[in-house]
């Protein structure tokens, strides 16, 4: 039965605990209302919390506004919250300049998100094998690598797919039973998507060969994540053991096995919040064995230089002039990097400091820095006062003294007033600003890499 299998599916992937809340995308179509009724099956057996959103793209008209309707009503009757949002997807994605589909996409889990910080849920969406069977045809069509083979994940961060075991043809037969009604999206029908013409004219002969075909691709596309997992592993031990002052030792690099150099630069990318394609790679590994810089994106560059290799970032010239006044914001983006600052009591900043180990260097005496101090980018000629040494020198000079590699330091923030920097990334609080035992109030910074600046 459907149910069990759910229920299977939820506990082998530990997608959701008693007590616990989830929210639904609903469509309105098979897949969304059978997962809908089953969660809401299991509201008292797991005390859950179901919620559920809808979005109306503005795309199809009255059919749109028959498929709002209709969740609206579908979620009255069974008594879940619902919400709504809606969007001009075409015109929003005008406006972005990339496609409707993508755009669709993107604006549904921004709301889906949204909400599920709201509701402190999981985002449980209606992914089922046969999806799953698609996405990994999709793919091969596109010559993928491994990643594509691992087809949809059952748990992405807040995301879970607790049909991702189940068939189509198991939902239909789960909304007969149930005498479930559910509406048709038309544009599901047509040719005029690269996936539709898999479900449609692909798909079937295939399964005139096997039948079992999703649940066959299932199962491969599970032994396929346990492999990407494992590589994954073993390509953090390499960096690990790589990895050197200002980057990694790219003599041990070239000994590395194509597999794992190709899932290591791709974690370092990650950490800038970029996906490399796999002509990046190449140019990549030629740079390794012979030096030189690979632009893989805009703002994102590998570099290899004197044995060391790294990924940097560029500077951004458009953040150069950014200035953001401190106690305007305790939050902003410069230079694709998030910076958040926090002011707390000193007895608050000790009890804080226990649990969550905030780096000394980045905390500051509040009431040492002046009113007119801002956050920026790093400029040529800004001098600090090292803490502990006492001595005034230029960043520069700093930074060559800690051997920061040249790319790093052209997106180095600092805080700063207008002849001296308080605080500077790499190096921290300059000594008039260091908390001390007569300090009263904390200010703590933190930095993190983003792609949603």
Same mark, same amino acid.
């Given at each position: 039965?459907?149910?069990?299998?759910?229920?299977?599916?939820?506990?082998?992937?530990?997608?959701?605990?008693?007590?616990?809340?989830?929210?639904?995308?609903?469509?309105?179509?098979?897949?969304?209302?059978?997962?809908?009724?089953?969660?809401?099956?299991?509201?008292?057996?797991?005390?859950?919390?179901?919620?559920?959103?809808?979005?109306?793209?503005?795309?199809?008209?009255?059919?749109?506004?028959?498929?709002?309707?209709?969740?609206?009503?579908?979620?009255?009757?069974?008594?879940?919250?619902?919400?709504?949002?809606?969007?001009?997807?075409?015109?929003?994605?005008?406006?972005?300049?990339?496609?409707?589909?993508?755009?669709?996409?993107?604006?549904?889990?921004?709301?889906?998100?949204?909400?599920?910080?709201?509701?402190?849920?999981?985002?449980?969406?209606?992914?089922?094998?046969?999806?799953?069977?698609?996405?990994?045809?999709?793919?091969?069509?596109?010559?993928?690598?491994?990643?594509?083979?691992?087809?949809?994940?059952?748990?992405?961060?807040?995301?879970?797919?607790?049909?991702?075991?189940?068939?189509?043809?198991?939902?239909?037969?789960?909304?007969?039973?149930?005498?479930?009604?559910?509406?048709?999206?038309?544009?599901?029908?047509?040719?005029?998507?690269?996936?539709?013409?898999?479900?449609?004219?692909?798909?079937?002969?295939?399964?005139?060969?096997?039948?079992?075909?999703?649940?066959?691709?299932?199962?491969?596309?599970?032994?396929?994540?346990?492999?990407?997992?494992?590589?994954?592993?073993?390509?953090?031990?390499?960096?690990?053991?790589?990895?050197?002052?200002?980057?990694?030792?790219?003599?041990?690099?070239?000994?590395?096995?194509?597999?794992?150099?190709?899932?290591?630069?791709?974690?370092?990318?990650?950490?800038?919040?970029?996906?490399?394609?796999?002509?990046?790679?190449?140019?990549?590994?030629?740079?390794?064995?012979?030096?030189?810089?690979?632009?893989?994106?805009?703002?994102?560059?590998?570099?290899?230089?004197?044995?060391?290799?790294?990924?940097?970032?560029?500077?951004?010239?458009?953040?150069?002039?950014?200035?953001?006044?401190?106690?305007?914001?305790?939050?902003?983006?410069?230079?694709?990097? /998030?910076?958040?600052?926090? @002011?707390? !009591?000193?007895?608050?900043?000790?009890? &804080?400091?226990?649990?969550?180990?905030?780096? $000394? %260097?980045?905390?500051?005496?509040?009431?040492?820095?002046?009113?007119?101090?801002?956050?920026?980018?790093?400029?040529?000629?800004?001098?600090?006062?090292?803490?502990?040494?006492?001595?005034? /020198?230029?960043?520069?000079? @700093?930074? !060559?003294?800690?051997?920061?590699?040249? &790319?790093?330091?052209?997106?180095?923030?600092? $805080? %700063?007033?207008?002849?001296?920097?308080?605080?500077?990334?790499?190096?921290?609080?300059?000594?008039?600003?260091?908390?001390?035992?007569?300090?009263?109030?904390?200010?703590?910074?933190?930095?993190?890499?983003?792609?949603?600046?």
């Amino acid at each position: 039965m459907m149910e069990d299998k759910l229920i299977e599916t939820v506990r082998k992937y530990d997608m959701l605990q008693e007590g616990g809340s989830v929210l639904v995308g609903l469509s309105g179509g098979a897949d969304s209302v059978s997962l809908l009724h089953a969660l809401c099956s299991l509201r008292e057996q797991m005390r859950l919390k179901v919620y559920a959103c809808h979005v109306h793209h503005g795309l199809r008209g009255a059919e749109a506004d028959r498929d709002e309707a209709f969740c609206a009503e579908l979620c009255r009757k069974w008594n879940v919250p619902y919400e709504v949002l809606h969007c001009d997807i075409a015109k929003e994605a005008e406006k972005r300049k990339i496609g409707t589909e993508e755009c669709g996409r993107d604006v549904r889990y921004a709301f889906f998100e949204k909400l599920a910080e709201q509701y402190d849920a999981k985002i449980a969406t209606a992914h089922t094998a046969s999806d799953n069977a698609e996405t990994i045809l999709f793919h091969l069509t596109r010559g993928c690598g491994l990643i594509g083979l691992c087809g949809i994940p059952p748990v992405r961060g807040k995301i879970i797919r607790p049909l991702i075991e189940i068939s189509r043809q198991e939902i239909e037969d789960y909304c007969r039973t149930h005498g479930l009604l559910y509406v048709t999206d038309s544009s599901n029908l047509g040719r005029d998507y690269s996936r539709n013409c898999i479900r449609l004219d692909v798909l079937p002969p295939l399964k005139e060969i096997n039948p079992s075909l999703d649940r066959t691709l299932t199962r491969f596309s599970e032994r396929m994540r346990q492999t990407e997992a494992y590589i994954i592993q073993e390509a953090k031990n390499a960096l690990k053991s790589a990895g050197v002052r200002g980057g990694y030792d790219a003599g041990k690099m070239r000994q590395w096995h194509e597999v794992v150099f190709f899932a290591a630069v791709r974690i370092l990318c990650e950490e800038f919040a970029v996906i490399p394609e796999a002509k990046h790679i190449e140019l990549i590994k030629k740079i390794v064995y012979n030096s030189g810089a690979v632009d893989i994106s805009g703002r994102v560059r590998a570099v290899m230089t004197q044995g060391i290799f790294r990924i940097c970032e560029v500077r951004d010239a458009a953040a150069e002039c950014e200035e953001y006044p401190i106690g305007t914001a305790e939050n902003m983006c410069i230079a694709h990097k /998030k910076l958040t600052y926090r @002011v707390m !009591n000193i007895d608050e900043y000790h009890d &804080e400091l226990k649990k969550y180990q905030f780096s $000394l %260097a980045n905390s500051l005496d509040y009431g040492t820095i002046p009113l007119t101090s801002v956050f920026r980018l790093k400029k040529s000629g800004d001098r600090i006062t090292l803490p502990y040494r006492g001595v005034t /020198k230029p960043l520069r000079k @700093v930074f !060559n003294e800690i051997k920061l590699p040249q &790319e790093k330091r052209d997106s180095v923030l600092v $805080l %700063a007033d207008e002849s001296r920097v308080l605080w500077s990334e790499e190096i921290g609080a300059c000594k008039e600003c260091m908390v001390t035992q007569s300090t009263e109030k904390v200010l703590v910074i933190e930095v993190e890499m983003t792609n949603k600046c």
